[in-house]
């Protein structure tokens, strides 16, 4: 289990890419969305 920073720094990472992502194409988007959990 990663320490309760890093995880909190990888959910806003995982934000912002989620929000790039679906900018550019909300079927891609979950897909990868998938891939990381």
């Known amino acids: ?3 309760l920073a890093a995880r909190h720094i990888l ?3 995982n ?3 989620g ?3 679906s900018a550019l ?3 891609q ?3 990868s969305l ?3 959990f």
């Open 19 to 21: 929000r790039y992502t």
């Open 1 to 3: 289990m990663a320490p």
């Open 34 to 36: 998938r891939l990381q």
């Open 15 to 17: 934000a912002n890419l």
């Open 11 to 13: 959910q806003q990472t």
């Open 29 to 31: 988007m979950s897909l």
């Open 25 to 27: 194409n909300p079927r």
